[in-house]
Every structure is written in C-alpha cells, then in structure tokens.
C-alpha cells in the first residue's frame, strides 16, 4: 500500500513562477506545442469572482467523447481545485481545442482506475508522480490504484461533439 513520506505544499516563489510559465504559451497562441498532455484550465474564483487560469497535466484525454480527467497533484486544498467546487462552469484549452466544460467529481475507486490506466500509458511518469507527491509505493497495479484512491481527480465534460 502507499506510503506517505511527507506534505507537499504548492510551490511558491521562483518554483511557482516556474509552475505557471506555460500560462505565458497559451496567452501568445503557442499552448498547442504542449499537445494534449496539458490542458489550461480558466475558472472563477471562489471568493474574488474573478478570473483565474492554472495549466494542469492531463491523466486521460478521450478524444471521441471530448474529455479531460486531471488530478489535484497538490491535493483538495488547492485553489483551483476549491474554486471548481463552488463553480463547475470552467474553460479548458488543450492543444488547438478550447471549449467550455463542467467539473465533474471523480469518486476514490474511479480515480484508483484512472490512475492504473495512466500509468500503463505513462510508465516512467507513474512512478514518479508519487515520489513527486512525497509517496513511496511499493509497486504493482493494486498500489498504484490504492495510490489513485488518495487522489483527488476531475473530469471535465462538454456537450461540444
């Protein structure tokens, strides 16, 4: 089973300007390069009202259905993630697609599956997503699902097909 090893808090400083630098490649019309890996996520804060943008990675993109699932890397504390909860209504840009989308929830054992299916996509990243995120797993498909279960994960939908 997944171990915790330690909180990581979202960055801050120079590591958050670094974080947030391909906010600048969608904004002069090069967020394409990032492909569907990444996605730019424009959502209403929670408290402001106002605008708010994050560049997230991409778990899984279903191509057919135009769908987005990401995860909370820096778990549910997170602005962004706080500000969808309040408000579902977000615009996500992704490669040469931008569409308006909702938030939708992902329950523990559906992310525990996102999770398995990414790593078989994304070997090399899977394990080090956890190490990243202060976890120490000690392998194989149920730990990385278990690992998955800890995560809070969001898909995003559109009636755009």
């Given amino acids: 089973m997944p171990k915790k090893l330690k909180n990581v808090a979202p960055p801050k400083g120079v590591a958050r300007w670094f974080y947030r630098l391909p906010i600048q ?13 990444f996605l730019l996520l424009t959502h209403t804060g929670r408290r402001s009202k106002l605008e708010r943008k994050v ?18 890397g ?13 408000s579902p209504q977000v615009v996500v840009q992704s490669g040469k697609l931008r569409m308006d989308m909702k938030a939708n929830f992902l329950s523990a054992e559906e992310a525990g599956q996102e999770m398995v299916d990414y790593a078989r996509r994304h070997p090399i990243a899977a394990r080090e997503l956890p190490r990243i995120m202060g976890y120490q797993l000690e392998g ?10 800890t995560l809070k994960m969001v898909r995003f939908t559109s009636d755009q097909i």
């Fill in 140 to 149: 194989g498909e149920e730990d990385l699902r278990a690992f998955g279960e």
């Fill in 74 to 86: 820096f778990g549910p504390t997170s602005d962004w993630y706080r500000n969808i909860q309040a």
């Fill in 25 to 37: 490649l969608y904004k002069i019309g090069l967020g394409g390069v990032l492909g569907h890996r």
């Fill in 55 to 72: 560049v997230l990675e991409v778990v899984r993109f279903d191509k057919t259905a135009r769908q987005f699932v990401v995860a909370a």
